[in-house]
């Protein structure tokens, strides 16, 4: 959207590049304890929807700023103005013709960002500062449980089994996204 022109275009670019200069974990720690609080024991409760939608807002801007040049480089080529000239709307347009450039560019930054939401989550959940539960909660509970310095190995390992073959499967398919869309 920010590669449309119009108020809704300059708002979109200005987020973008907002979130694009922002660095991820530090502001999602300064995040959390302002829009979460503090319930009975000393928990911090985060709104699980709140919590989302910040996390997409600060992961996006990068990628935003990328598909955005895409998008601009696509709109600029002689069969996208030979559309406009037969009376394609620009939505119409970015729907049939600039998607298909720009999707598998998306897919494979999704599957770069996973790993990293995963991580981020795990850490922010092993400090108990997110909603739900997670990896990382479970690894903070085992240090609060006193588990951890008891030797207890067989609740350690399939936590961090589960974490690495999470990452080797986003690995595994950015690989295999690389050779497909090299063949093209």
């Known amino acids: ?28 720690v300064m995040v959390i304890p302002v829009t979460g609080r503090v319930t009975y024991g000393g928990h911090l409760e985060v709104p699980f929807w709140i919590f989302v939608l910040l996390l997409g807002l600060f992961l996006f801007g990068k990628i935003a700023r990328n598909v955005r040049a895409l998008v601009e480089s696509e709109l600029s080529k002689e069969y996208i103005e030979s559309a406009v000239s037969l009376g394609g709307s620009r939505w119409w347009i970015l729907r049939h013709h600039i998607a298909r450039a720009v999707l598998p560019y998306s897919i494979y930054q999704f599957s770069i960002v996973m790993p990293k939401v995963v991580a981020i989550v795990s850490l922010l959940g092993f400090f108990e500062a997110i909603p739900g539960f997670n990896w990382g909660t479970l690894l903070g509970s085992m240090i609060t449980e006193n588990q951890l310095f008891s030797m207890a190995w067989w609740i350690v390992l399939p936590i961090g089994a589960g974490l690495a073959l999470f990452a080797m499967a986003f690995v595994l398919i950015n690989l295999s996204m690389e050779e497909e869309f090299s063949v093209r």
């Open 1 to 28: 959207m920010s590669a449309l022109s119009g108020v809704a275009g300059a708002i979109t670019d200005g987020v973008t590049k907002l979130s694009a200069i922002l660095p991820l974990v530090p502001v999602m």
